[in-house]
């Protein structure tokens, strides 16, 4: 007897992810802002962004089919908000040139779907950034979901330390390149201990889910380097996981509205919710206004370093250099990436080292 695959929308990972996705736009949304969707797909998130009252919503797809479900979706539901739709790709098409008459006009450029994908080549990656860049107003916010490159990463480096240290007897040289859990399972393409900057590309298996997804490991400290040489400052990277503790009192009733088996009475994460909310980060990047404040700096980072780590596992910007005259004291955190074992951005506190190995 045949099984029924459960619905997409009623997968754990879906759900989840689904809740994220509101939860950030209730965080930096509000009335009457202009809002832009890159890798908008078929239109999925307009109902939430009507809840948060905006104007003008602008969706962005390389799939035409999938801009004609967006526009289809808006049209039949009679939206209360302004919306245009327009095929292209935002990591390959140069938007200052192409969509001049939206410059400047976002208050909110989200990518929900696929900044992952951008960064199979720097080239793409710094093209993204610099069309964010173009669409955001001065002020403006850039912010979405990406898989966790420091747990994921994290995750794999554990399980090469734990093959190393099993047997002399197996195959020398030869790296595990599957990551398992109950929920999902993760497949590296290429086996290889080192992190490349780009291009480190995966598979994702979430379990009952029919496809799996080909990813791309998203390196942070390159991520905020570009970002800024689009004129984009940083403003956090953050494990969902601690986005929900951080926000639990605020979406517990949410998240509990969203299904069965996702969290305790007391609105904590059970541990298979725990296990696939913390696959992935929120991201938030700002574009400075220079007529309201001077912004504070991103920190300038090297791609093989990355900012410091305090003895309570929390991710810091490293403090501002001293005066030239002044000796300058050792370097705090973790120091380079090539030093460390997969410590790449924020990430649980469980999967993060103390010091530099």
Excluded at 216 to 233: D, M, N, Q, T, Y
Aim: aromatic content about 10%; some cysteine; charged content about 25%.
């Amino acid at each position: 007897m045949s099984v029924l695959p459960i619905p997409r929308s009623e997968l754990t990972h879906h759900r989840l992810y689904e809740f994220a996705k509101t939860a950030l736009i209730k965080i930096y949304s509000h009335p009457y802002v202009t809002v832009c969707d890159l890798y908008c797909g078929a239109g999925v998130d307009v109902d939430k962004w009507e809840t948060a009252l905006i104007a003008n919503y602008i969706g962005i797809d390389v799939a035409t089919s999938g801009i004609g479900e967006a526009r289809d979706t808006w049209e039949n539901q009679r939206k209360n908000f302004i919306a245009e739709f327009f095929e292209a790709d935002p990591c390959a098409e140069n938007f200052e040139t192409q969509m001049q008459e939206k410059a400047n006009q976002a208050d909110l450029v989200c990518c929900f779907q696929h900044l992952q994908m951008c960064f199979e080549t720097e080239e793409r990656a710094r093209r993204l950034l610099q069309n964010v860049s173009s669409l955001l107003k001065p002020g403006g916010y850039f912010l979405g979901i990406t898989p966790d490159s420091s747990t994921i990463w994290a995750k794999y480096q554990k399980n090469v330390e734990a093959y190393h240290n099993r047997s002399s007897s197996m195959k020398p040289n030869l790296v595990p390149n599957c990551i398992r859990s109950e929920s999902y399972v993760i497949t590296f393409e290429v086996e290889e201990e080192k992190f490349p900057l780009f291009g480190k590309k995966y598979q994702l298996k979430f379990a009952n889910d029919i496809s799996a997804e080909t990813q791309c490991l998203v390196h942070f400290p390159s991520l905020i380097r570009l970002a800024r040489e689009a004129g984009l400052e940083y403003v956090e990277i953050q494990n969902l996981n601690e986005f929900y503790d951080d926000n639990r009192a605020l979406f517990a009733g949410m998240l509990m509205s969203a299904g069965p088996n996702l969290i305790d009475p007391r609105g904590r994460l059970l541990p298979r919710s725990y296990d696939v909310l913390g696959l992935y980060s929120t991201f938030i990047f700002q574009k400075p206004d220079p007529d309201v404040a001077p912004p504070l700096a991103t920190p300038l980072l090297q791609d093989n370093e990355e900012p410091g780590w305090r003895d309570d596992g929390q991710n810091v910007l490293a403090e501002p250099p001293p005066p030239l005259s002044a000796p300058v004291p050792a370097p705090h955190g973790l120091g380079k990436i090539s030093e460390q074992k997969g410590i790449l951005g924020p990430g649980p506190a469980d999967l993060r080292f103390s010091e530099a190995l």
